[in-house]
């Protein structure tokens, strides 16, 4: 074995990675909001919560990797390196830093060939989904709210599947943004650009329609009768990892797919 040799995932990319890669031996901690693959949370210790971290418990595990994500996790990471800890921490927001993530991540471990077959995998099913979207009959314009209060809008991975599947982001200036923060909307934006589809991944809470339809104009606009508003799962389009890139394209395009031929008969 190459590389390090024990690893702690402060977030689940990391994670879905290295066992897709065969390399989940390595992996000593993990986040207690890690989903993928669910073996994950039944055979590794939980040890941080996204922006918390229990640093006694890490340091009992003697990692000899850290691995991070974002700008959010900064605080973090600053107290494992001054605890002596070595902390690699990533910041990919776009399709194609996600797919270089796992390229990256391949090389820490000594596995480049397995990284870069399964970063052209996911290379590859974002070009299919652009392939089938150039036989759309019309490009839907979808909104994705990714938190409800105060209403923050898509994150540039999520914008860009948008398109590669053949929707037309509403909000498409707003992808560059990358602190949550810089992509906040209001209700009245929202019935301005009107979209034909909204989806919606409130991450870490349940989509209400009723809290959706309650703000100024929802109630009476086209893309919140019932099989506009859709749902997708947090942690298949909000994880910067192959999720997002394999069931959170498909789930995206699915609804994509729906709305078009709907408009297209109307």
Same mark, same amino acid.
């Not at 055979?43 to 418990?57: G, R």
């Not at 602190?179 to 991944?201: C, F, G, I, N, W």
């Given at each position: 074995?190459?590389?390090?040799?024990? +690893?702690?995932?402060?977030?689940?990319?990391?994670?879905?990675?290295?066992?897709? $890669?065969?390399?989940?031996?390595?992996?000593? !901690? +993990?986040?207690?909001?890690?989903?993928?693959?669910?073996?994950?949370?039944?055979?590794?210790?939980?040890?941080?919560?996204?922006?918390?971290?229990?640093?006694?418990?890490?340091?009992?595990?003697?990692?000899? $990797?850290?691995?991070?994500?974002?700008?959010?996790?900064?605080?973090?990471?600053?107290?494992?390196?001054?605890? =002596?800890?070595?902390?690699?921490?990533? /910041?990919?927001?776009?399709?194609?830093? +996600?797919?270089?993530?796992?390229?990256?991540? !391949?090389?820490?471990?000594?596995?480049?060939?397995?990284? /870069?077959?399964?970063?052209?995998?996911?290379?590859?099913?974002?070009?299919?989904?652009?392939?089938?979207?150039?036989?759309?009959?019309?490009?839907?314009?979808?909104?994705?709210?990714?938190?409800?209060?105060?209403?923050?809008?898509?994150?540039?991975?999520?914008?860009?599947?948008?398109?590669?599947?053949?929707?037309?982001?509403?909000?498409?200036?707003?992808?560059?943004?990358?602190?949550?923060?810089?992509?906040?909307?209001?209700?009245?934006?929202?019935?301005?650009?009107?979209?034909?589809?909204? $989806?919606?991944?409130?991450? =870490?809470?349940?989509?209400?329609?009723?809290?959706?339809?309650?703000?100024?104009?929802?109630?009476?606009?086209?893309?919140?009768?019932?099989?506009?508003?859709?749902?997708?799962?947090?942690?298949? +389009?909000?994880?910067?990892?192959?999720?997002? $890139?394999?069931? =959170?394209?498909?789930?995206?395009?699915?609804?994509?797919?729906?709305?078009?031929?709907?408009?297209?008969?109307?």
């Amino acid at each position: 074995m190459t590389g390090p040799r024990r +690893i702690v995932c402060l977030t689940e990319e990391t994670t879905e990675t290295l066992y897709l $890669l065969g390399e989940q031996d390595r992996i000593v !901690g +993990i986040s207690a909001f890690t989903q993928r693959p669910p073996e994950a949370k039944r055979d590794k210790p939980v040890v941080s919560q996204f922006i918390k971290a229990d640093f006694e418990k890490i340091v009992a595990l003697h990692p000899d $990797l850290v691995l991070g994500f974002s700008d959010l996790q900064a605080e973090v990471c600053r107290d494992l390196i001054a605890r =002596g800890r070595n902390v690699f921490c990533f /910041n990919q927001r776009s399709i194609g830093e +996600i797919i270089e993530m796992v390229r990256t991540l !391949g090389r820490l471990v000594g596995r480049a060939s397995k990284a /870069n077959e399964l970063a052209s995998d996911l290379q590859r099913n974002v070009d299919r989904a652009r392939t089938a979207a150039q036989q759309l009959p019309i490009r839907p314009r979808v909104y994705f709210e990714e938190w409800p209060d105060p209403i923050i809008t898509g994150i540039r991975w999520v914008s860009e599947i948008i398109e590669a599947v053949g929707g037309e982001d509403c909000f498409p200036e707003m992808r560059n943004m990358r602190m949550a923060r810089d992509r906040t909307v209001s209700p009245d934006e929202v019935v301005q650009r009107k979209p034909d589809l909204y $989806l919606a991944s409130w991450c =870490g809470r349940k989509f209400r329609t009723d809290t959706a339809r309650s703000r100024a104009g929802f109630a009476d606009a086209s893309f919140t009768c019932d099989d506009r508003m859709v749902e997708i799962p947090s942690c298949s +389009i909000l994880q910067p990892g192959p999720a997002c $890139l394999t069931d =959170g394209l498909r789930l995206v395009q699915s609804e994509v797919f729906r709305v078009a031929h709907d408009l297209a008969r109307t």
